[in-house]
């Protein structure tokens, strides 16, 4: 019985580099949408004083913030957090009022 030979290995060349030279070269921000009411709500908030640049983003880089929490948190501040509004806009309920919070 012939056995096949061995594969041959080997080295793939390192591209980290070169990525993330190129990634730098992106501007962060080139697709967020800086006229969406989020945004501009936010942006309302810090400059008459409501909300506070240091601490209003700073559960951020809290430990004691599970991750999941500021998934959550996320969503609601981007306005993709699933709710009434959204089921009854894919169709899914025809009534506006939430059934947890009426």
Request: charged share 20%.
């Given at each position: 019985m012939a056995h096949s030979p061995p594969p041959k290995f080997w080295y793939l060349p390192n591209h980290r580099d070169a990525l993330q030279a190129h990634m730098h070269l992106l501007p962060?921000?080139?697709?967020?949408?800086?006229?969406?009411?989020?945004?501009?709500?936010?942006?309302?908030?810090?400059?008459?004083?409501?909300?506070?640049?240091?601490?209003?983003?700073?559960?951020l880089i809290s430990s004691n913030v599970l991750f999941k929490t500021k998934c959550i948190i996320m969503k609601y501040r981007t306005g993709t957090l699933y709710n009434q509004k959204h089921a009854v806009l894919f169709k899914l309920s025809t009534s506006q009022t939430c059934p947890l919070c009426p």
């Open positions: 962060k921000l080139r697709n967020a949408k800086t006229k969406a009411n989020y945004h501009a709500y936010y942006q309302t908030l810090i400059k008459d004083g409501t909300a506070n640049r240091s601490t209003s983003n700073a559960y």
